[in-house]
T-cell receptor, first 112, second 112 residues
Framework: QKEVEQNSGPLSVPEGAIASLNCTYS??????FFWYRQYSGKSPELIMS????GDKEDGRFTAQLNKASQYVSLLIRDSQPSDSATYLC????????????FGRGTQLTVWP | DADVTQTPRNRITKTGKRIMLECSQT?????MYWYRQDPGLGLRLIYY???????NKGEISDGYSVSRQAQAKFSLSLESAIPNQTALYFC???????????FGSGTRLTVV
């Protein structure tokens, strides 16, 4: 079982819709969780971090964490074509501090 | 100037050649990382360093070596390049657990 798993997609949503991206992780002691956005050929950019159970909102983005289910998600409201990118989930495992484990990413396309 | 600078941006080299990829940062972070990214495989950790005297192997260190010349500089070397080392390479820095990474712009390496 991979440390961090994401649906590879691609996920396609119309402009204005809510995009939902999901991530599960294997280490129950994981402490910190991050979402990165990566445009094609570019470097990953940190867009959200979450550390405790519940929701965290930042503009159109909401990160949700459920440690009991070992599940973290990213919701993008009012999706725009400029949101089209690959979204990477990253986890700081409790057993190996100091480095992040990345999922393989979910490719999102928002069509006008 | 970028916070994390990678050079070169693109490089084509021949099988068997030694090549060095360089990374420098102005963020003052102690932690630095080298990842490679391949289509469908996501980001894989090659080496990481918590300070000048602390170097650690990641999951795919075979065929690579690193040098931490200063807090701000972390270089990755391919001793004898082979075609399956063709990939997009990213350097990243971190201020510690829970802060996420800042990535450089990447080096696209092709080994022919």
């Amino acid at each position: 079982q991979k440390e961090v798993e994401q649906n590879s997609g691609p996920l396609s949503v119309p402009e204005g819709a809510i995009a939902s991206l999901n991530c599960t992780y294997s280490d129950r002691g994981s402490q910190s969780f991050f979402w990165y956005r990566q445009y094609s050929g570019k470097s990953p950019e940190l867009i959200m971090s979450i550390y405790s159970n519940g929701d965290k909102e930042d503009g159109r983005f909401t990160a949700q964490l459920n440690k009991a289910s070992q599940y973290v998600s990213l919701l993008i409201r009012d999706s725009q074509p400029s949101d089209s990118a690959t979204y990477l989930c990253a986890v700081l495992r409790g057993s190996t501090l100091g480095r992040l484990y990345f999922g393989r990413g979910t490719q999102l396309t928002v069509w006008p | 100037d970028a916070d994390v600078t990678q050079t070169p941006r693109n490089r084509i080299t021949k099988t068997g050649k030694r090549i060095m990829l360089e990374c420098s940062q102005t963020k003052g972070h102690d932690r630095m990382y080298w990842y490679r990214q391949d289509p469908g495989l996501g980001l894989r950790l090659i080496y990481y360093s918590f300070d000048v005297k602390d170097i650690n192997k990641g999951e795919i260190s075979d065929g690579y070596s690193v040098s931490r010349q200063a807090q701000a500089k972390f270089s990755l070397s391919l001793e004898s390049a082979i075609p399956n080392q063709t990939a997009l390479y990213f350097c990243a820095t971190s201020d510690g657990d829970g802060y996420g990474y800042t990535f450089g712009s990447g080096t696209r390496l092709t080994v022919v």
